[in-house]
C-alpha cells in the first residue's frame, strides 16, 4: 500500500512538472465555431494559429482547443468548406487561457465550381449520419454516438432499439420489422460478428458496450455489395477510429435498481476472478475427470475421489448489494509526420459490475384450457425470485493510418467479456401426470467472451481519384461457457392428505452441466469502386469478392447424483436435509451418495461453413434519377459433424452437407425532386438459410420454456423478395422526415412450431409453406426552433406491420396460420432533446413502445381446426418506456450526468388467448397470464473527466 502510494505522489509530481515546463513558454485558447445565420455548431472545422503548425479541428459540438499556443499578439484562422475564412486576432499569456472564442462563419455565397473532393468522412455526428443516409444508395436508417451520448443506453441491445422499426428481444437479440433474429445480418467494422448462441447465428448485442460505437446503420434494403443472408436488416455497426485531437476521458457512473438496492441479494459464492468475468478454478470440471465418468463397477475408493473432485461449495450468501459501478478510460492520440502521414490511435477500457434482483415472477405453463369448467389447466405454475451479479470488461484498440488522401490503412481489435453468477429459486406447483409441490433452485455461472481483429485499407488508384479499391481481412472468436449449471428438484405428492412441507429431493434430481462453444471466423474481401463514361453519362461501377470459413464446436456435459446405495433408514434421513449438508464429504461416497454423468453424445456436435461471394453493379445517373441496379452470387457449404452413436463405447462419426448457389439481383432507384426531396424505390432477393443447430437432430432441454428444442435435418433455405418505397424530406442540415412502405414474400420460411411427441410437448424447426409481412414506416429527425423553441429538437419514428405465416395442411406438422414469431403491428419510439450550449445544459426524455408479439408458439390441431384443443400462442404484451437524461458541463473539463431508466416500471407480461365453444355454440375467448414481473427503475449519476 505504501509502494503504491509513493508511486502516485512521484508519477503526480513527474507529471506537475511537465504541465508547468509547458505552462510556463506557451498559453492556450479554446472556443466554439457556428454557423452565423442557423446558429448550428459547424463540424470538423480547421483552426489554427497562423504562421505555425499548431491547429486542431472542432469536435461534434464545434468546440475546440488550441494548447502550447506561442505567447504574444496571435491570429486565429478559422475554415471550412463553402463557408468565407475568419481570422481573429488574439492575445496570448503564457500559462494561461485566452478569453473563450466564439466564432461565427458566414457562408460563402460564391458557387463552387464542380470538384472531387474526397476524404475520409466523419460518422459519429448526428448531421454526418443524416448526410451519410441521404446520400445512401439503399433504403437506411441509423444512429450516431452524437445522439447515443444524449441517452443512458449502455450497450448496443439499447442503442438500437431507437432505430425506425427496430425492437429487443431477450434484452439482446434484435428483431427489425417485426422480423426474428434469425433474419437478421450483423457486421462489425466490416467484418462478421461472431456469435454465442449455441441454437443459432445471431449476435448478441448485449455483448458490445454502447460508447465504444461511433456509428449505426441499418440498411433495409438489399445491394450487391452486402450478403444476402437477411430480410429484416442488415446492420454496420463502426466503432471509434480517427481521432479528431489528443484527448484522455474518465468516466465514474454509480447507480441502482429500486428492486435490487433495498433488498437482499441471494447468491453461490464466486472464485477469485469472478469480478473479471470469468472463472478459471472453481467451476470448470476438474483435469482428473475422465472425457466419460462411467462409475458402474469402478473401485470405490475412484468413485469417492472423483465425487468429491466437484466444487463442493452450495451455500447461498444474503446480502445487501453494492450500488452499481461503472468506469471507463478513453485515450485518444493523434500524431501527424514530416512526411505528411495522420496516425491516429483510440484505445479503449471499460469495466462495470452490476447486480440486479426481480422477485415474485409469475411463471406458468398451461396446457389445453377447460372449457366445461371454464378455467385455465396448470401442467407448471410458480413463483421465481431471481438475483444475479454480471461483469463486463472491454477494451478498443484501433489505429489509423493516413497516408496520403489516396491512402489509408486501419488496424482494429475490439475485446468484450461478460460474466454472469445468477441463482433462481422456484415455487409452486407441476401437474402433469400427477400434482406435485415443487422447490427448485438453480445455480448457473455464464462467461461469454468475443474478439475481433481487422486490418483494413482503402486506396484511391489515380491521381484524379476516380478508382479506388478497397480490402479487409478479419479474424473473430467467441467463446461461451457454462461451468457448472445447478439445478436441485424438491417435490412433494399432494394427494389428499399428503404434508407437502415434507419436500424431497429425487433420484437424479440433482444435476450438473457444463458446456463450452467455441467459434472461429476467418474473413476477406475486396472491392473496387471506378468511374466510367457511358455516352454522356457519368456512371459508376462496383465489383467485389469475399469469403468466409468458420469453424464451430459445442460441447456439452451432463452429471447426477444417484443415491441408490442408501438404506431405507439413509434416505430418511437424507432426502429432506438442506441440499448444503446433502453434498458434505459425510455422505459422498461409493456406498452412499456419488455422482455419474448421463451426457447424450448426439447433443454435441462440430462444424464448418464455407462462404464465398462475389457482386457486379453499376450506378447511373440519368436527370434526376438515380439507378443502382447488379447481382450477387453466393455460394455456402454448411457441414455438420456429430456421434449418431448412442453408446458410450462406439464411436460413429457423421457428416452432412448442406450447399447452395445463389443468384441475388437488386435494384435500388432514387429520384430527386430538388435537394431536399427524394423518392426511393427498391426490390431485391434474399435468403436466409439453416443454422448448425437448426440442422443437427439433437434435443436438448429449456429451463426456462419448461420444454425440450429438437431440429430437423431436412431444413431448407427461405428465399425472400424484398420491395420498399420510401419519400425523404430533408428540412434543414441535419434534418429528416420520412414516410415508406415496404413488402416481403418469403418461401419456405423457418418457423419454430409446437408438436406433441407422444406426451413430450416440444419446439421444432420448420419450413412453413409461405409468409408475407407488409408494414409501413415514418420517422422524423427536427429541430423545434420553428415553433420557438431554439434549443429543442424532436425525434420520433414509428413502424405498423401485418404478417402472416401459412404452414402446408399436408406435412406432418400440423399447424394454423399466424403472425410470424416475434413480430409486433406496432413499434413507436419518440424523443425530446434539450440542449443549451451557453449553460452546458443537456437533456432528453425518451419513450419506447411496441404492440403485442408471439415469444412462444402454441400447439395447434389443424385437422380438424377445432380451437378448444389449442394450446394457444404467448404474446408479450404492450408496455410503455420512458427514460430521462440530464447532463450538465462543469467548465471544459468536467461534465456531471443523471438519469432514470424505466421511470413508469410497468410490469412485463406474458399471456395467451385461449378460445373455445360453449354449450350455446358461441364462440369465447379467455386470457391467461404465463409471465409477469415488475424489473424495476434504474437511476444513475456519474462524472465525467476530459483532459
Given at each position: 500500500?505504501?509502494?503504491?502510494?509513493l508511486?502516485t505522489i512521484?508519477?503526480?509530481?513527474v507529471?506537475s512538472?511537465q504541465?508547468?515546463g509547458?505552462a510556463?513558454?506557451?498559453?492556450?485558447?479554446?472556443?466554439?465555431?457556428?454557423d452565423?445565420k442557423?446558429?448550428?455548431?459547424?463540424i470538423g472545422?480547421?483552426?489554427q494559429?497562423?504562421?505555425?503548425?499548431?491547429?486542431?479541428?472542432?469536435d461534434?459540438d464545434?468546440h475546440f482547443?488550441l494548447?502550447?499556443?506561442p505567447t504574444?499578439?496571435?491570429?486565429?484562422?478559422?475554415?471550412?468548406?463553402s463557408y468565407k475564412?475568419?481570422?481573429?486576432?488574439v492575445?496570448?499569456?503564457a500559462?494561461?487561457?485566452?478569453?473563450p472564442?466564439?466564432?461565427?462563419?458566414?457562408?460563402?455565397?460564391?458557387a463552387?465550381?464542380?470538384?472531387?473532393?474526397s476524404t475520409y468522412?466523419r460518422?459519429?455526428?448526428?448531421t454526418s449520419?443524416i448526410e451519410?443516409m441521404?446520400?445512401?444508395?439503399?433504403v437506411?436508417?441509423g444512429i450516431?454516438?452524437?445522439?447515443?451520448?444524449?441517452?443512458?443506453?449502455?450497450d448496443?441491445?439499447e442503442v438500437v432499439?431507437?432505430?425506425?422499426?427496430?425492437?429487443?428481444?431477450?434484452?439482446?437479440?434484435?428483431?427489425v420489422?417485426?422480423?426474428?433474429?434469425?433474419?437478421?445480418n450483423?457486421w462489425?467494422?466490416?467484418n462478421?460478428?461472431?456469435?454465442?448462441?449455441?441454437d443459432?447465428?445471431?449476435?448478441?448485442?448485449?455483448?458490445?458496450?454502447s460508447?465504444?460505437?461511433e456509428?449505426m446503420i441499418?440498411?433495409k434494403?438489399?445491394a450487391?455489395?452486402?450478403p444476402?443472408?437477411?430480410a429484416g436488416?442488415?446492420?454496420?455497426i463502426?466503432t471509434?477510429s480517427?481521432?479528431?485531437?489528443?484527448?484522455?476521458?474518465?468516466?465514474?457512473t454509480?447507480?441502482f435498481?429500486t428492486?435490487?438496492?433495498f433488498?437482499?441479494t441471494?447468491?453461490?459464492?464466486?472464485?477469485s476472478?469472478?469480478?473479471?468475468?470469468?472463472?478459471?478454478?472453481?467451476?470448470?470440471?476438474s483435469?482428473?475427470i475422465?472425457?466419460h465418468?462411467?462409475?458402474?463397477?469402478?473401485d470405490p475408493?475412484?468413485v469417492?475421489?472423483?465425487?468429491r473432485s466437484?466444487?463442493?461449495?452450495?451455500?447461498?450468501?444474503s446480502f445487501?448489494?453494492?450500488?452499481d459501478?461503472?468506469?471507463s478510460l478513453?485515450?485518444?492520440?493523434?500524431f501527424d509526420?514530416e512526411?505528411?502521414?495522420?496516425i491516429?490511435?483510440?484505445?479503449?477500457i471499460?469495466?462495470?459490475?452490476?447486480?440486479?434482483?426481480?422477485?415474485?415472477?409469475?411463471?406458468?405453463r398451461f396446457?389445453?384450457?377447460s372449457?366445461?369448467?371454464d378455467?385455465?389447466?396448470?401442467?407448471?405454475?410458480?413463483i421465481?425470485n431471481?438475483?444475479?451479479n454480471?461483469v463486463?470488461?472491454?477494451a478498443?484498440?484501433n489505429?489509423?493510418f493516413?497516408f496520403?488522401d489516396?491512402?489509408?490503412?486501419e488496424?482494429?481489435n475490439?475485446f468484450?467479456?461478460?460474466?454472469k453468477?445468477?441463482l433462481?429459486?422456484?415455487?409452486g406447483?407441476?401437474?402433469?401426470?400427477?400434482?406435485?409441490y415443487?422447490?427448485?433452485?438453480?445455480?448457473?455461472?455464464q462467461?461469454?467472451?468475443?474478439?475481433?481483429?481487422?486490418?483494413?485499407?482503402?486506396h484511391?488508384?489515380?491521381?484524379?481519384k476516380?478508382?479506388?479499391?478497397s480490402?479487409?481481412?478479419g479474424?473473430?472468436?467467441?467463446?461461451k461457457?457454462?461451468p457448472d449449471?445447478?439445478?436441485?428438484?424438491?417435490?412433494?405428492g399432494?394427494?389428499?392428505?399428503a404434508?407437502?412441507?415434507?419436500l424431497?429431493?429425487?433420484?437424479?434430481?440433482?444435476?450438473r452441466?457444463?458446456q463450452?462453444l467455441?467459434?472461429?471466423?476467418?474473413?476477406?474481401?475486396?472491392?473496387y469502386?471506378?468511374a466510367?463514361?457511358?455516352?454522356?453519362?457519368?456512371?459508376?461501377?462496383?465489383?467485389?469478392?469475399?469469403?468466409e470459413?468458420?469453424?464451430?464446436?459445442?460441447?456439452p456435459?451432463?452429471?447426477v447424483?444417484?443415491?441408490?446405495?442408501?438404506?431405507?433408514?439413509e434416505?430418511?434421513?437424507?432426502l429432506?436435509?438442506?441440499y448444503e449438508?446433502?453434498?458434505?464429504?459425510?455422505w459422498l461416497?461409493?456406498d452412499?451418495?456419488?455422482?455419474?454423468?448421463?451426457t447424450?453424445?448426439t447433443?454435441?456436435?462440430?462444424?464448418t461453413?464455407?462462404?464465398?461471394?462475389?457482386?457486379?453493379?453499376?450506378?447511373?445517373?440519368?436527370?434526376r434519377f438515380?439507378?443502382?441496379a447488379?447481382v450477387?452470387l453466393?455460394?455456402?457449404?454448411l457441414?455438420?459433424?456429430?456421434?449418431?452413436?448412442?453408446s458410450?463405447e462406439?464411436?460413429?462419426?457423421t457428416?452432412r452437407?448442406y450447399?447452395?448457389?445463389?443468384l441475388?439481383?437488386?435494384?435500388?432507384?432514387?429520384?430527386?425532386?430538388n435537394?431536399?426531396h427524394?423518392l426511393?424505390?427498391?426490390?431485391g432477393?434474399?435468403?436466409?438459410r439453416?443454422?448448425?443447430?437448426e440442422?443437427?437432430p439433437?434435443?436438448?432441454?429449456?429451463?426456462?420454456?419448461f420444454n425440450e428444442?429438437?431440429?430437423?435435418e431436412?431444413?431448407?433455405?427461405?428465399k425472400?423478395d424484398n420491395?420498399?418505397?420510401?419519400?425523404e424530406?430533408?428540412?434543414?442540415?441535419g434534418?429528416l422526415?420520412s414516410v415508406?412502405i415496404?413488402y416481403?414474400h418469403?418461401?419456405?420460411p423457418i418457423?419454430w412450431?409446437?408438436?406433441?411427441?407422444?406426451g413430450?410437448?416440444r419446439?421444432?424447426?420448420?419450413?412453413?409453406?409461405s409468409?408475407q409481412?407488409?408494414?409501413?414506416?415514418?420517422?422524423i429527425?427536427?429541430s423545434l426552433?420553428?415553433?420557438?423553441m431554439?434549443?429543442f429538437?424532436l425525434l420520433f419514428?414509428?413502424?405498423?406491420?401485418?404478417?402472416?405465416?401459412?404452414f402446408?395442411?399436408?406435412?406432418i406438422i400440423?399447424t394454423e396460420?399466424?403472425?410470424?414469431q416475434?413480430?409486433s403491428?406496432?413499434?413507436?419510439?419518440a424523443?425530446?432533446y434539450y440542449?443549451?450550449?451557453?449553460w452546458g445544459l443537456?437533456s432528453?426524455?425518451?419513450?419506447?413502445?411496441?404492440?403485442?408479439?408471439?415469444?412462444?408458439?402454441?400447439?395447434s390441431?389443424?385437422?380438424?381446426h377445432?380451437?378448444s384443443v389449442?394450446?394457444?400462442?404467448t404474446?408479450?404484451?404492450?408496455?410503455?418506456?420512458?427514460?430521462?437524461?440530464?447532463?450538465k458541463k462543469?467548465?471544459?473539463?468536467i461534465?456531471?450526468?443523471?438519469?432514470?431508466?424505466?421511470i413508469?416500471?410497468?410490469?412485463?407480461?406474458y399471456?395467451q388467448?385461449?378460445?373455445?365453444v360453449?354449450?350455446a355454440g358461441?364462440?369465447q375467448?379467455?386470457e391467461?397470464?404465463?409471465?409477469?414481473y415488475?424489473?424495476g427503475r434504474?437511476?444513475?449519476?456519474?462524472i465525467?473527466?476530459?483532459?
Amino acid at each position: 500500500m505504501c509502494k503504491n502510494r509513493l508511486l502516485t505522489i512521484v508519477l503526480g509530481f513527474v507529471f506537475s512538472i511537465q504541465i508547468f515546463g509547458y505552462a510556463a513558454t506557451t498559453g492556450s485558447i479554446v472556443g466554439s465555431v457556428k454557423d452565423k445565420k442557423s446558429g448550428e455548431a459547424i463540424i470538423g472545422a480547421t483552426i489554427q494559429v497562423e504562421n505555425s503548425s499548431v491547429a486542431t479541428a472542432t469536435d461534434i459540438d464545434g468546440h475546440f482547443e488550441l494548447t502550447h499556443v506561442p505567447t504574444g499578439k496571435q491570429t486565429i484562422v478559422c475554415r471550412y468548406l463553402s463557408y468565407k475564412t475568419a481570422r481573429i486576432p488574439v492575445e496570448v499569456t503564457a500559462g494561461q487561457s485566452a478569453a473563450p472564442l466564439d466564432i461565427e462563419m458566414e457562408e460563402d455565397g460564391v458557387a463552387l465550381q464542380e470538384v472531387v473532393v474526397s476524404t475520409y468522412r466523419r460518422n459519429d455526428t448526428e448531421t454526418s449520419l443524416i448526410e451519410g443516409m441521404k446520400a445512401q444508395l439503399q433504403v437506411a436508417s441509423g444512429i450516431s454516438s452524437q445522439q447515443i451520448a444524449k441517452t443512458l443506453d449502455r450497450d448496443a441491445s439499447e442503442v438500437v432499439k431507437r432505430v425506425p422499426g427496430i425492437s429487443i428481444l431477450d434484452d439482446r437479440f434484435v428483431v427489425v420489422r417485426g422480423l426474428a433474429q434469425r433474419y437478421n445480418n450483423v457486421w462489425i467494422n466490416g467484418n462478421t460478428a461472431p456469435s454465442l448462441e449455441s441454437d443459432s447465428r445471431v449476435f448478441s448485442f448485449d455483448m458490445l458496450p454502447s460508447s465504444q460505437i461511433e456509428s449505426m446503420i441499418i440498411y433495409k434494403s438489399p445491394a450487391p455489395e452486402i450478403p444476402a443472408d437477411f430480410a429484416g436488416g442488415f446492420i454496420r455497426i463502426a466503432t471509434k477510429s480517427l481521432p479528431l485531437r489528443n484527448s484522455v476521458q474518465v468516466n465514474y457512473t454509480t447507480g441502482f435498481n429500486t428492486n435490487t438496492q433495498f433488498t437482499k441479494t441471494r447468491l453461490n459464492p464466486g472464485s477469485s476472478t469472478d469480478w473479471l468475468g470469468f472463472d478459471l478454478s472453481k467451476r470448470p470440471l476438474s483435469s482428473s475427470i475422465p472425457s466419460h465418468l462411467d462409475m458402474a463397477g469402478s473401485d470405490p475408493s475412484e468413485v469417492m475421489r472423483l465425487t468429491r473432485s466437484f466444487n463442493s461449495d452450495w451455500r447461498v450468501k444474503s446480502f445487501i448489494p453494492t450500488p452499481d459501478q461503472r468506469l471507463s478510460l478513453t485515450v485518444n492520440r493523434r500524431f501527424d509526420t514530416e512526411g505528411g502521414t495522420e496516425i491516429g490511435m483510440t484505445t479503449f477500457i471499460n469495466y462495470s459490475n452490476t447486480y440486479k434482483t426481480i422477485q415474485d415472477i409469475q411463471n406458468s405453463r398451461f396446457g389445453v384450457y377447460s372449457s366445461e369448467a371454464d378455467k385455465p389447466v396448470y401442467l407448471d405454475d410458480y413463483i421465481d425470485n431471481q438475483y444475479s451479479n454480471d461483469v463486463r470488461v472491454g477494451a478498443m484498440h484501433n489505429w489509423s493510418f493516413i497516408f496520403s488522401d489516396r491512402n489509408k490503412l486501419e488496424f482494429r481489435n475490439l475485446f468484450n467479456m461478460l460474466g454472469k453468477n445468477r441463482l433462481t429459486e422456484r415455487t409452486g406447483e407441476r401437474n402433469i401426470s400427477s400434482p406435485f409441490y415443487r422447490e427448485e433452485t438453480e445455480m448457473l455461472y455464464q462467461s461469454r467472451l468475443t474478439y475481433l481483429g481487422q486490418l483494413a485499407g482503402s486506396h484511391f488508384l489515380d491521381e484524379h481519384k476516380a478508382h479506388s479499391l478497397s480490402w479487409n481481412v478479419g479474424y473473430s472468436y467467441a467463446y461461451k461457457t457454462e461451468p457448472d449449471r445447478r439445478i436441485i428438484v424438491n417435490q412433494a405428492g399432494m394427494s389428499e392428505g399428503a404434508d407437502v412441507s415434507q419436500l424431497k429431493v429425487g433420484n437424479e434430481k440433482i444435476s450438473r452441466y457444463f458446456q463450452s462453444l467455441s467459434d472461429h471466423l476467418f474473413s476477406g474481401s475486396v472491392d473496387y469502386k471506378g468511374a466510367v463514361n457511358l455516352g454522356s453519362i457519368r456512371s459508376t461501377v462496383k465489383g467485389g469478392l469475399m469469403s468466409e470459413y468458420r469453424t464451430r464446436s459445442y460441447t456439452p456435459r451432463e452429471f447426477v447424483y444417484r443415491y441408490d446405495n442408501l438404506t431405507v433408514a439413509e434416505r430418511q434421513e437424507y432426502l429432506y436435509l438442506p441440499y448444503e449438508e446433502m453434498m458434505s464429504d459425510a455422505w459422498l461416497s461409493a456406498d452412499k451418495v456419488y455422482i455419474d454423468e448421463i451426457t447424450q453424445k448426439t447433443n454435441a456436435y462440430d462444424a464448418t461453413n464455407l462462404y464465398g461471394a462475389g457482386y457486379g453493379a453499376i450506378e447511373l445517373p440519368v436527370g434526376r434519377f438515380n439507378i443502382y441496379a447488379g447481382v450477387r452470387l453466393e455460394y455456402n457449404r454448411l457441414r455438420l459433424t456429430r456421434d449418431k452413436s448412442m453408446s458410450v463405447e462406439q464411436v460413429l462419426k457423421t457428416s452432412r452437407d448442406y450447399v447452395d448457389l445463389d443468384l441475388l439481383p437488386s435494384v435500388n432507384a432514387t429520384y430527386n425532386f430538388n435537394e431536399k426531396h427524394l423518392l426511393r424505390l427498391a426490390y431485391g432477393r434474399s435468403l436466409n438459410r439453416a443454422e448448425f443447430r437448426e440442422v443437427s437432430p439433437a434435443v436438448y432441454y429449456d429451463f426456462d420454456l419448461f420444454n425440450e428444442i429438437g431440429g430437423n435435418e431436412d431444413l431448407k433455405t427461405c428465399k425472400i423478395d424484398n420491395l420498399d418505397f420510401r419519400y425523404e424530406f430533408y428540412p434543414e442540415r441535419g434534418e429528416l422526415v420520412s414516410v415508406g412502405i415496404f413488402y416481403k414474400h418469403f418461401d419456405n420460411p423457418i418457423e419454430w412450431t409446437f408438436i406433441d411427441m407422444g406426451g413430450t410437448l416440444r419446439y421444432n424447426y420448420e419450413n412453413a409453406l409461405s409468409a408475407q409481412s407488409l408494414g409501413a414506416e415514418v420517422e422524423i429527425r427536427k429541430s423545434l426552433d420553428f415553433i420557438g423553441m431554439r434549443n429543442f429538437s424532436l425525434l420520433f419514428n414509428a413502424t405498423l406491420i401485418k404478417s402472416n405465416v401459412r404452414f402446408d395442411e399436408s406435412g406432418i406438422i400440423k399447424t394454423e396460420d399466424r403472425p410470424m414469431q416475434g413480430q409486433s403491428p406496432y413499434i413507436i419510439n419518440a424523443g425530446l432533446y434539450y440542449q443549451n450550449e451557453k449553460w452546458g445544459l443537456m437533456s432528453s426524455l425518451l419513450y419506447n413502445r411496441l404492440g403485442k408479439r408471439i415469444i412462444g408458439i402454441g400447439k395447434s390441431n389443424s385437422t380438424n381446426h377445432d380451437v378448444s384443443v389449442n394450446i394457444p400462442d404467448t404474446y408479450e404484451m404492450p408496455r410503455n418506456s420512458l427514460d430521462f437524461t440530464i447532463s450538465k458541463k462543469l467548465g471544459k473539463l468536467i461534465e456531471l450526468k443523471a438519469g432514470v431508466k424505466d421511470i413508469l416500471a410497468e410490469k412485463i407480461v406474458y399471456k395467451q388467448f385461449p378460445q373455445f365453444v360453449d354449450a350455446a355454440g358461441q364462440l369465447q375467448k379467455r386470457e391467461q397470464t404465463t409471465k409477469s414481473y415488475r424489473p424495476g427503475r434504474s437511476v444513475s449519476v456519474g462524472i465525467t473527466f476530459s483532459f
